[in-house]
């Protein structure tokens, strides 16, 4: 059974699952998911290593609801930073994030870059990258739920039925993957409906900027910010949430040495689904400045398998 345990960070209390000793790499995930998502990256990091630590983010339980309500991006960063202090995490750490994790990484490696040596970013990419091609009426559809998370009606629609409409999402975003036991996962963090509120609230929070919090001003700004540590970006090429095509050039948009990777035939949720070849462009990645190996910019390579 895997353990599930608590520590205090930014006035919150976290559930966390962990694997190994060593260097924090902290692993955040996003939405519609839960910190077993990353169920097939600690071991590996483990074995490499790493302190792998996965947080269940704020208002998913068993992590609290804030109090102050803040759901912003800036939030999230302050998560992570407070994370690594709890951890004791030194200037060797590394940030691992997917969707919702991916924008917390953006924002926490740029406002405090001395804390992580390297970052990765899955399935979201940074939104000065998005801002064109995020109105194209394709995309527009694909998103409908970003909207509908804007209403009164959101919190209704998707505890209806069981949360099917959480099944939909997945089905959607990842063709093909059985989800099962991540939907099962997931929906114990979110059944409470304050739990569930606190998940849409992501969304508000990203399109009304009366819901940010002073507190995380700085970290927000940061968010908004190309920060100086490297990031591997790797996208699904069958993505039903966000279109590939969003990833195109998108080194222009991540700090210098930076690369990124698109993984043929995943989905949204690909660390999941072609578990194997992501882990190891993670792994390749993290190692890649250590004992003189080459580092660079990689203009967006195509991957079945790692090479």
């Known amino acids: 059974m895997t353990v599930i345990k608590t520590v205090q960070a930014n006035g919150l209390t976290f559930g966390y699952l962990e694997a190994g000793s060593g260097p924090l790499a902290l692993c955040l995930h996003g939405f519609p998911d839960s910190a077993h998502t990353w169920r097939h990256l600690l071991p590996v990091l483990a074995d490499a290593g790493y302190h792998a630590v996965a947080p269940f983010m704020r208002g998913y339980a068993p992590t609290d609801v804030p109090e102050d309500g803040a759901y912003q991006t800036g939030a999230l960063a302050a998560d992570a930073g407070a994370l690594h202090e709890a951890f004791g995490g030194s200037g060797d750490a590394v940030l691992i994030g997917h969707d919702w994790g991916a924008a917390a990484v953006y924002a926490a490696a740029a406002q405090a870059p001395g804390r992580w040596r390297r ?25 409908f739920y970003i909207f509908l998370f804007q209403t009164a009606l959101a919190e209704t629609a998707v505890a209806a039925e069981d949360m099917a409409f959480l099944d939909g999402l997945w089905a959607d975003w990842s063709p093909g993957y059985d989800a099962a036991r991540d939907l099962k996962h997931v929906k114990d963090c979110l059944r409470a409906p304050e739990n569930l509120a606190a998940a849409i609230g992501y969304y508000r929070a990203m399109l009304d900027p009366s819901l940010h919090v002073e507190t995380y001003a700085a970290e927000q700004e940061a968010s908004q910010r190309l920060g100086e540590r490297p990031i591997l970006y790797v996208h699904g090429g069958a993505d039903g949430c966000l279109d590939a095509r969003l990833a195109r050039g998108i080194e222009q948009h991540l700090p210098p040495g930076s690369r990124s990777e698109i993984v043929s035939g995943a989905g949204h949720f690909l660390h999941l689904q072609n578990s194997a070849v992501v882990n190891r462009l993670i792994l390749d990645w993290l190692t890649a400045d250590q004992g003189g190996a080459e580092r660079g910019t990689n203009s967006g390579r195509t991957s079945g398998e790692p090479g």
Not at 120 to 133: E, K
């Open 119 to 143: 970052a990765v970013a899955l399935a979201v990419p940074p939104l000065s990258a998005m801002v064109s091609s995020f109105f194209d009426y394709a995309q527009l559809k694909r998103s």
